[in-house]
């Protein structure tokens, strides 16, 4: 199973209002977890045979932290209503300017159009840029430069006003 396969089952799990799905193959065991805020956990688990009672007891312990840290976000969120998220649309990793000797795409405060550049997201060797739906001032970046990022996590917070 590739990357864009399961990238495509976590959309289908997620607009299909499951809370739950497990997948398990002859050599991989995914169980995707859906929060009642659109927040989805991944375990993705290589599978022996010798190792099945360690990756049935990992997942449980994963799912009991993933709500303590979902609870704040929760909270946040409330406050920053307002606000439109920009998410990322694939896995990879996070880049703020198109190479290293290049200006930041954008900043804190800046107004964007839609169709503006944000970042770029490397997956696979491939960089994507990543354009703006919205437009509005940035008013905050939530993620570092060159750090991984999951499918769906919020990237930017945009004051649409």
Avoid: W
Avoid at 20 to 34: F, G, Q, R, S, Y
Avoid at 38 to 49: E, I
């Amino acid at each position: 199973m590739d990357i864009k396969e399961i990238q495509n089952l976590i959309k289908f799990v997620a607009k299909s209002g499951a809370s739950e799905v497990k997948l398990e193959m002859d050599d991989i065991k995914i169980t995707i977890k859906t929060g009642q805020e659109s927040d989805t956990t991944v375990h993705y688990a290589p599978v022996a045979p010798q190792q099945i009672p360690q990756a049935a007891a990992a997942p449980p312990v994963a799912a009991v932290e993933a709500p303590k840290q979902a609870e704040p976000a929760a909270a946040e969120s409330k406050a920053e209503s307002k606000y439109i998220t920009i998410k990322s649309p694939i896995i990879g990793t996070f880049y703020r300017k198109p190479s290293p000797d290049k200006p930041l795409f954008v900043e804190v405060g800046q107004t964007i159009a839609e169709g503006d550049v944000l970042c770029i997201i490397e997956a696979m060797k491939l960089f994507n840029e990543i354009e703006s739906e919205v437009s509005g001032k940035v008013v905050k970046i939530l993620v570092e430069d060159s750090s991984p990022v999951e499918f769906d996590q919020p990237l930017f917070l945009i004051d649409p006003s």
